[in-house]
């Protein structure tokens, strides 16, 4: 949906009578139902004075079609300007512009995607404007019918119009160079250069034709698309289904297909542990689906998932829009109920209420998956919700299933593939951590290789070196250490002190934790963790767990003041004192019992609290019993 169209001419007219922000002000009201905040308002006044110098040029068609705020359908992504028309050989085009009013910005080592930046009034790790404005080209391209089918040129670039370049400047940092390349940044003082690059595309106007073309073009995966997913499939040893899992995958894909035949709307609910095999149907059926012609995202509330998913479809292809089809559970706020043939939705205990940077949109992510998809699929294990905020449960599903009216069918994956295929380890460390008594409480004849250090600092030797084979082996930690923001990238400070023992928390770079060349080196926490798995990890379990008086107890207040999930438990204590202790307990556990099972080979166990050590060792004593 495009909020402003008009012709070139229209919109120098609107800007120099001084009512072009009004104007795209009320078509928000109009066409969105929303109202406009006056720092969005400003910044379209401030950016679209700037774009007024750069279409104020004799050359630029004045039949050329404008576009502002397109609105990219499906989505809760919009292109800011986009300028249409005819190239010299009468090919259909579209100058897609992202305009930014940043005027500093530093670059994120290890990513050739994420600079930062200071936005909603702080400083934001953010995409760089090339990538963004190539990705959005790339959505388009992949989604958008009329595009394929009129072979609509695609030409993007960024505008960062209050922002003075300067020799070796970060935008131009070679580790961007793969989108820097595609999609250019011009900065204050280029209006000449951007009049150029536009000039090159748009030399006759289509009197808004070819906007008219992409605004009712159907959502469609392009042949490119599903090509190139498939091949990315092929051969890929990290997606080889097994056993049950293919009987599941089959079952979710005859349902799916069902939906986009009768149009009935359906949900289905996928429960599993640790390792039966959740992410790999989840990937399988992102590239099954979408060779069949579907619109399909992956979907998760943590970004570690998707961002190490996408890297291992990828394998060495740096640059792919493969990258747009995994997604955020908070993007679907505003998409329209069945807008969207397949929403995957791994991770689903993590689901939360409210989405956004200031947790201030929406309503339930869990409704606004199941409105927005023909078909939404939830990968689910409730024992490993892990924060306070954590709402994802079969019953939630269920609940909002019905007020949609959506076709519920549940399916269960109960053979696991970590923990060398052995369930009973799970059983084992339920019981072990007194989530639930188990028939399991020694690990005699399983054959998974679990110890419990002394020392940290043999734990990590011993990690180091399993990792050495293929880069799987890690250690995490239980969140009971600070992670001060200014030494987030500086891995010289130790955030986790035990003795002589030192190590950092996960550098907050643009490089995955489960997948970096050198993040064996560093801690990962349950934030950059869940949902994946190693060979071997090493656990460090901190203040917050304890062995006393012949129990495991828990203690909140022994958490860090930098972790989020515990974030309004102080409140409810002091209401509800009882009611926090529990919630508390249940979220300390979920998450040492999430780290406890990474490991597809073993895991190796580090306790602060001696008796914890002590507790651990007895029971793993008993194997030989």
Partial sequence: MIVYEGIKSDFLENVEDDTIADKIEQLILQKMGRHTVANERMSWVNSMEYMYKVMNDPEIPSDAGIAIEYNIPQTAKRVDFMI????????????????????????????????????????RKVVHPSYQAWSY????????????????????????????????????????????????????????????????CVKTGDKEKVLYLVDRGTIRPSKSL???????????????????????????????????????????????????????????????????????????????????????????????????????????????????????????HRLSEKSGMFHNKGENQIKEIIHAAACSVFFIDESQRVTMSDIGS????????????????????????????????????????????????NLYGLGYDVRVFDNPEDMRKLILEKNKVNNRSRILAGYCWDWPKKTRNDTDFHDIKIGDFEI????????AFAIGEYSVNEAGCIHTTQGLEFDYVGVIMGDDIRYENGHVVTDFKKRAKTDQSLRGIKKLYKEHPEDAVDRADEIIKNTYRTLMTRGMKGCYIYCTDPGMRKYIRKRLEMVSE
């Avoid at 910005?105 to 909603?120: D, F, H, I, P, Q």
């Avoid at 399909?296 to 998913?309: I, L, W």
């Avoid at 291992?312 to 089809?325: A, F, P, Q």
């Fill in 504 to 511: 950092s928390w996960n550098l907050d770079g643009g490089e």
């Fill in 137 to 200: 080209a790339r959505l388009i391209a992949d989604y958008n019918s009329a595009v394929q089918d009129q072979n609509v040129h695609l030409i993007p670039c960024a505008y960062l119009h209050n922002y003075i370049r300067k020799d070796d400047d970060p935008v131009d940092d070679r580790q961007y160079a793969a989108y820097t390349s595609e999609a250019p940044v011009f900065t204050k003082g280029q209006v000449p250069d951007l009049r150029a690059f536009i000039k090159k």
């Fill in 394 to 441: 079969v019953d939630e599903i269920l609940k909002w299933a019905k007020e949609e009216g959506s076709e519920v069918t549940e399916l269960e994956l109960l053979s696991q593939f970590r923990c060398n295929g052995s369930n009973g380890y799970l059983a084992w460390v339920d019981d072990l951590l007194e989530i639930r008594e188990t028939a399991n409480y």
């Fill in 84 to 123: 249409s028309g005819y190239d010299i050989n009468k090919r259909p085009g579209m100058v897609i512009i992202e305009l930014k009013q940043w005027s500093k910005l530093n670059k994120v080592y290890n990513s050739n995607a994420l600079v930062e930046t200071y936005t909603g009034n702080a400083e």
């Fill in 226 to 348: 599903q090509d190139s997913i498939a091949s990315m499939i092929k051969g890929n040893k990290e997606f080889v289904m097994i056993d049950e899992q293919r009987v599941v995958y089959e079952e979710i894909i005859k349902l799916s297909t069902k939906c986009q035949r009768d149009h009935k709307k359906r949900t289905i609910i996928c429960k599993g542990g640790p390792g039966t095999g959740k992410s790999v149907i989840a990937v399988r059926l992102l590239a099954e689906l979408t060779q069949r012609g579907q619109f399909v995202q992956y979907v998760t509330h943590n970004s570690a998932p998707r961002q190490v998913y996408a890297a291992k479809l990828k394998g060495k292809v740096k640059k792919s829009s493969v990258d747009n089809m995994f997604k955020n559970s908070g993007t679907y706020t505003e998409v329209g109920n069945n807008k969207i043939h397949t929403l995957l939705v791994d991770e689903a």
